[in-house]
């Protein structure tokens, strides 16, 4: 053995992924007393060691409790890469950009990392690549350059920490001038896409020596759990008796001990013989399955699965829909988790459950009906919750809302907490949100949330048979769905529920939907405190500064959108910049920009601080004239237009997304027809804004007539 890769994430988040920093300790006192030698990835790259036996050691992090191991590899003298997701460094307990640059000081290696699957399943969860390319170039490109500004050194190796790398994406890193990249995870580095082909072992939360040591040797890894819970696993059906007679087949062969689980299938009213097939694989059920029925009056999977809870016996309680095959280690997996966090709701992964089906169905169906063992070679692909999973990293802790991540298609419960919470609630007829609202229920009482991608069901789900109004499109399916959302929110019209059912509403059809139409792009005012005298601000009595609460509370009320734009007065006065740019991701905004005139950006301190901690997407550069003469007099601030253009060049050493925004005014409007000599010259596009004219002369209108 050349080397190996040793990946590890030192967190105390509640992950499988994550180890403490004593578990770490132990680990790597392991590897010294066998004789391992730790060496740097850049060394190997450069082909800069001759002996065996070398390990690699990947420290994944972006929060603080990764000191305490640099501590202790410092002292021993065992060098590491340390690589971390630039992207998401905007959070309290993260990582800075100072950090990284005391971590290089003190001679660890610091390197970018990615955070999502090269397949992105974003905006109506339709694989796109035009989004594709923006994310691999938003990590491989932008983080690469931020990451290189902050440690004043190249940044010359690339992270994936799950999934395939993509040609694409390998095409870019060369591109980039990137040596190598890898993925994080156990042994998927010897894929063709990746640069070294090494081995990678990932340490997982409850990985002993042994367990390490027999990923190292190729052995099969199989953990003995402490405890084995009893789990009732319950599936709602309606005639799709084909699928659902693979998805029980698939449950037969559970690595699982037999005793320890039934299946209930809870049959919502089916004509096409599902009875009958169920009572022949019955004959042959190496566990009990149990079947129950209730008349078809329409899609009431709600009332079904709380049909299968009232027959279920055992302790846990497993939702499972009728279109999810199961790998053979889903059961292991629940229990694997639940033996960590055992009063915590356990979400396993559903691989390829979006809106659109992206498996080819009706050839694996024809493979697993010849050898319902071929579910082990199915790839796994994305699903429609990665994007949760990549903001928090895998720690539903950190996620402002986990109960979005309740889908019962992959998930297991407690059957008391689901008593406690009064079960389904029956009144949620058509497909969707029934099991939302009962993880939104279970939230409320404190209920926790863990991720488990292991866990792992295949969705394989049809077309043709399909409830989802996103798949099959028909008007009486988006009025279920629409009264259910109406329903949800009538029952908890909170601040959080409506944020998240906006983003939902967003993709239904005008007149289904339950809000009324509200813009993808939000302006929000935090306060009118400002470092001019411009036009805007001589008779603006709205309030000096907002308080941090006000504005968060702003957000949360008009979260889940697209765009928000924070402006003033002047935004970059507020003591609370960061905080509330930062907050704007758990808002649920996927760009957030600041409409500034950047006098504050000219100081290159302040601008790197905003740039690097700011979480900002682009910048609205606000101006009244293209030229000193001009908008001086505007602003009533001599130099004041020197500085914003220095403030400029400041932001856009790190972000190239700037764009002007010129006020017209009664004193700068005879000068609009220089503004394209002004962009081509700074290369930067202009918009000409006439809304304050526009309110200027209303304004002198009515007090002409009150006079």
Not at 376 to 394: K, T
Not at 461 to 488: E, Q, W
Not at 613 to 636: C, M, P, Q, R, V
Request: with cysteine; hydrophobic share 40%.
């Amino acid at each position: 053995m050349e080397a190996i890769i040793l990946s590890v994430r030192i967190s105390n988040a509640n992950t499988l992924d994550s180890i403490n920093v004593d578990a770490f300790k132990k680990i790597i006192k392991h590897f010294l007393r066998k004789g391992f030698n730790f060496i740097m990835l850049k060394d190997f790259a450069d082909r800069k060691i001759e002996s065996n036996n070398n390990i690699i050691l990947l420290l994944q992090n972006c929060d603080r409790t990764i000191f305490d191991a640099l501590n202790y590899l410092e002292f021993e003298g065992i060098p590491a890469t340390v690589f971390t997701p630039i992207s998401v460094l905007r959070r309290e307990n993260q990582l800075t950009m100072e950090d990284l640059y005391y971590m290089q000081k003190r001679g660890f290696d610091i390197q970018n990392a990615g955070i999502l699957y090269y397949n992105v399943l974003l905006q109506n969860s339709v694989l796109k690549e035009d989004y594709n390319q923006a994310q691999l170039k938003k990590e491989i490109i932008e983080g690469k350059e931020i990451l290189e500004k902050a440690i004043g050194k190249k940044s010359e190796f690339f992270a994936y920490p799950f999934g395939v790398m993509s040609i694409e994406a390998e095409n870019l890193l060369r591109q980039e001038g990137y040596k190598g990249a890898i993925i994080r995870g156990n042994d998927v580095n010897t894929d063709s896409a990746d640069l070294f082909k090494l081995k990678s072992i990932m340490i997982e939360r409850d990985d002993s020596i042994n367990d390490i040591l027999n990923k190292i040797n190729n052995k099969k890894i199989k953990r003995r759990l402490l405890s084995y819970p009893k789990f009732s696993i319950v599936i709602p059906t309606y005639n799709r008796k084909e699928l659902l007679s693979l998805v029980v087949k698939s449950l037969y062969r559970q690595n699982y001990p037999k005793d320890k689980y039934e299946i209930l299938i809870c049959d919502d009213g089916s004509s096409d013989g599902t009875k009958e097939m169920l009572l022949k694989l019955a004959k042959k059920s190496p566990v009990a399955l149990k079947y129950c029925w209730q008349k078809d009056l329409g899609y009431r999977a709600a009332a079904a699965r709380n049909m299968g809870i009232k027959y279920a016996k055992n302790e846990v309680i497993l939702f499972i829909d009728g279109d999810i095959i199961c790998h053979p280690d889903l059961l292991y997996q629940h229990a694997r988790a639940r033996n960590l966090f055992p009063d915590r709701i356990v979400i396993g992964y559903a691989a390829a459950h979006t809106v659109k089906n992206v498996y080819e169905t009706g050839e694996i169906l024809t493979k697993l009906k010849e050898d319902i063992s071929n579910v082990e070679n199915l790839e796994v692909l994305p699903e429609y919750r990665d994007d949760i999973y990549s903001q928090c990293l895998g720690n539903l802790d950190d996620y402002q809302a986990p109960w979005m991540t309740f889908a019962t298609n992959n998930v297991s419960v407690l059957r008391k907490q689901l008593e406690n919470a009064g079960l389904f609630d029956k009144s949620f007829v058509g497909w969707g949100i029934e099991d939302i609202e009962l993880g939104y229920r279970l939230h409320r009482r404190g209920v926790k949330y863990v991720f488990n991608r292991d866990a792992i069901g295949f969705h394989l789900g049809t077309d043709d048979v399909s409830n989802n109004p996103y798949l099959s499109p028909d008007p009486k399916k988006y009025a279920a769905l629409s009264r259910n959302m109406n329903h949800f929110y009538h029952k908890f019209p909170t601040m959080e529920v409506k944020k998240e059912l906006v983003s939902m509403n967003a993709f239904l059809p005008h007149e289904y939907r339950i809000f009324n139409d509200e813009p993808e792009s939000v302006r929000l005012f935090v306060g009118r405190m400002c470092n001019d005298n411009s036009p805007m601000n001589r008779f603006n009595n709205l309030p000096l500064e907002k308080s941090l609460a006000e504005i968060k509370e702003e957000m949360d009320r008009i979260g889940n959108r697209v765009e928000i734009i924070f402006e003033g007065g002047e935004p970059t006065l507020h003591e609370n910049l960061l905080d509330f740019t930062r907050y704007a991701t758990f808002a649920g905004f996927e760009r957030t920009g600041l409409a500034t005139n950047a006098r504050a950006m000219a100081y290159r301190d302040f601008a790197e601080k905003v740039v690097f901690h700011g979480g900002l997407k682009f910048y609205e550069i606000i101006i009244f004239g293209t030229n000193s003469t001009i908008h001086d007099a505007i602003t009533g601030i001599k130099g004041s237009f020197l500085q914003t253009m220095q403030g400029v060049e400041n932001i856009m050493k790190y972000n190239k997304n700037v764009k002007f925004r010129l006020y017209v005014t009664q004193e700068n409007k005879l000068y609009l027809d220089e503004i394209e000599e002004f962009k081509n010259e700074h290369g930067i596009d202009v918009i000409i804004d006439d809304s304050f004219l526009k309110k200027e002369k209303l304004r002198k209108k009515k007090m002409k007539i009150a006079t």
